[in-house]
């Protein structure tokens, strides 16, 4: 018998916890009803988008949906909406495609990566297997581009950019960097199109189906792009971190698997005998656990690199992105939205503390 994830409406109120972070004070009161209403047609349309007659593919459909999230894709389309004609129904349709797409990209990612939970749930593969996870991403991103058509050309247009960024993304970080790249910046260049590109397009949807002026988009794409890089840059951190239940994920997963991280990397970098020792257990452990190890032996070695000053090194970074974000609002009138925003991108690298 599997585990059964919380409802979604006690996710909601975790999500309007966030939301009130990033609009905080009274002179954002009105744009925070504003998201939460929002929020709150998003989710209503995720339940209807994610209903599936087949009683299997329904189960599977729904099962990391009602894990839970934190819906930053859908709350930033409906802030940069309120550039324009505000939360239009194309908003809704778009935001909740996009939260489809990053749910298919999660079942993938947890195969791809051998992911033991996710959300705090045993991940999907791990409950059905890896062939009915894989095809249940598969069938998500259906849905999404399914939904994005009702809207028209432009959308299908976007959803299908976004998604060949995506694809190419996983693509290099499992290819790795090759012979002349520079592994630090290929890196970060895998995070613009794994995980910037779908935030860039949630920013860019709230513009285009709000009617905002033209001239708001390419900042807000600039901006979404580079917090979705802050964003997965403090994932790196949190990847680290002793507490199970803060990452929902078994701490250090995606090294376990050989997926470099920040940290990692930035350690591959420092020369003192220490850090090329911590590197080397690291590599050997990871070698070890491809043979069939326990991954639990790496525990230790990943301890110390949590401790390690290239681990603080890639917080720095995450926050450096976050303020190159803030800068790419520049062409937005000042008001609450952009004040929002601003907010939204330094939450982003404030969720460890």
Do not use: C
């Not at 990391?64 to 389309?77: T, V, W």
């Amino acid at each position: 018998m599997t585990p059964s994830p919380s409802a979604p409406g006690s996710q909601l109120a975790g999500r309007i916890g966030m939301t009130e972070r990033i609009l905080a004070g009274p002179k954002q009161r009105k744009l925070l009803r504003t998201v939460e209403d929002g929020l709150e047609r998003v989710e209503a349309a995720l339940a209807v988008e994610l209903r599936v007659t087949d009683a299997l593919a329904d189960a599977t459909t729904r099962y990391l949906y009602e894990a839970g999230g934190k819906r930053l894709r859908p709350m930033l389309a409906i802030l940069t909406a309120q550039l324009g004609n505000g939360t239009t129904d194309h908003v809704i349709s778009g935001a909740a495609a996009l939260e489809i797409t990053h749910l298919g990209s999660l079942y993938h990612d947890d195969v791809m990566d051998g992911a033991d939970t996710r959300r705090g749930v045993p991940s999907a593969h791990a409950v059905w297997g890896n062939n009915v996870a894989i095809l249940t991403g598969d069938l998500l991103f259906s849905r999404a581009s399914q939904l994005m058509a009702q809207i028209g050309e432009r959308a299908i247009r976007l959803q299908a950019d976004t998604f060949e960024r995506l694809v190419l993304g996983q693509m290099h970080e499992t290819l790795g960097a090759q012979a002349g790249d520079d592994p630090v910046d290929f890196y970060i260049q895998v995070l613009a199109d794994k995980t910037g590109s779908l935030i860039a397009a949630a920013a860019q949807v709230g513009v285009l189906f709000s009617d905002a002026p033209a001239a708001y988009e390419q900042a807000v794409l600039d901006f979404g792009e580079k917090v979705g890089v802050a964003f997965q840059l403090l994932d790196d951190v949190i990847d680290l971190s002793a507490d199970a239940e803060e990452t929902g994920k078994v701490p250090g997963t995606d090294l376990r698997a050989g997926v470099p991280t920040m940290p990692y990397l930035l350690l591959g970098r420092a020369d003192d005998p220490a850090s090329r020792s911590l590197k080397a257990t690291i590599d050997d452990g990871v070698a070890r656990i491809a043979d069939g190890a326990d991954p639990a032996i790496l525990d230790e070695p990943l301890g110390r690199l949590r401790e390690h000053g290239a681990t603080e090194a890639t917080r720095r970074l995450a926050v450096e992105w976050s303020e190159a974000a803030v800068a790419a609002l520049e062409a937005l009138p000042d008001g609450p939205v952009r004040e929002a925003l601003t907010r939204f991108a330094q939450v982003v690298v404030d969720r460890s503390h």
